[in-house]
C-alpha cells in the first residue's frame, strides 16, 4: 500500500535557524512527491515539486527539498527560518489520480 | 480571479440530516477532488473527478456522494450525517489528471456532526 511518513509531529525553531522536515514515502515506483504548506485557517499552497531529474528541487519562500531513492525519502529544508514560516507542512506523494497526504509536521517559529 | 471557493464555512449539523458542501473553481481545471483533513492523518481522498460527467472513489468514500455535472461545480453530499464525519473538508482542483499537476485548494469547509 502507497503510505506516506512524516515523523515529526511537531518542530520547534528559532527565528534565524535552519529548517529540516522529515518526509519517507512508500511506493511501487518513484512517485511525484510534492511539499504542501497550510497556514492557519487556509487551504494548502505548493510549496515544491519533484518529478525527475535533479535531486535538490528548489521552491518558494526559500524552501528546496532533497530526494534520495536509497533512502526513500524527499526531506524539506530551509537555511534560515522566518516567523512567517510558522504554518503546517504536508508531503504527499502521488501517480495519476492518487495523491497520498502525510500527517503532516507543525512548525513553532521562536523571536 | 477567486480560484476555488466553499461553502459554507462552517456548519454544525444533527446526525442524520442531510448535508451538501459547495465547491466551485473558476479555473477550468478538468479534474477535482475532494478531501477530509483529521488530526493526525493529514488529508485523506473522500471522491475525484477527472473531467465532467465523471467520478471516482477515494481512499475514505462511505457515507459521501458527489457529482460533476459541469466543469466548474463539484458539490459534495453526506446523505446522512454520522458523528465520525466532523473534520475540515478541502476541494481542491488540478489542470490535468496525470499526477504531475499541483493541486489548488480552496479555504475549506469546518464541519461538526452532533
Known amino acids: 500500500a502507497q503510505s506516506v511518513t512524516q515523523p515529526d509531529i511537531h518542530i520547534t525553531v528559532s527565528e534565524g535557524a535552519s529548517l529540516e522536515l522529515r518526509c519517507n514515502y512508500s511506493?511501487?515506483?518513484?512517485?511525484?512527491l510534492f511539499w504542501y504548506v497550510q497556514s492557519p485557517g487556509q487551504g494548502l499552497q505548493l510549496l515544491l515539486k519533484y518529478f525527475s531529474g535533479d535531486t535538490l528541487v528548489q521552491g518558494i519562500k526559500g524552501f528546496e527539498a532533497e530526494f534520495k531513492r536509497s533512502q526513500s525519502s524527499f526531506n524539506l529544508r530551509k537555511p534560515s527560518v522566518h516567523w512567517s514560516d510558522a504554518a503546517e507542512y504536508f508531503c504527499a506523494a502521488g501517480s495519476a489520480r492518487q495523491l497520498t497526504f502525510g500527517s503532516g509536521t507543525q512548525l513553532t517559529v521562536l523571536p | 480571479i477567486a480560484g476555488i471557493t466553499q461553502a459554507p464555512t462552517s456548519q454544525i449539523l444533527a446526525a442524520g440530516r442531510r448535508m451538501t458542501l459547495r465547491c466551485t473553481q473558476d479555473?477550468?481545471?478538468?479534474?477535482m477532488y475532494w478531501y477530509r483533513q483529521d488530526l493526525g492523518l493529514g488529508l485523506r481522498l473522500i471522491h475525484y473527478s477527472n473531467t465532467a460527467g465523471t467520478t471516482g472513489k477515494g481512499e475514505v468514500p462511505d457515507g459521501y456522494s458527489v457529482s460533476r455535472a459541469n466543469t466548474d461545480d463539484f458539490p459534495l453530499t453526506l446523505a446522512s450525517a454520522v458523528p465520525s464525519q466532523t473534520s475540515v473538508y478541502f476541494c481542491a482542483s488540478s489542470d490535468g489528471t496525470s499526477g504531475r499537476e499541483e493541486q489548488f485548494f480552496g479555504p475549506g469547509t469546518r464541519l461538526t456532526v452532533l
Open positions: 479555473m477550468r481545471h478538468n479534474a
Open positions: 511506493y511501487g515506483a518513484t512517485p511525484y
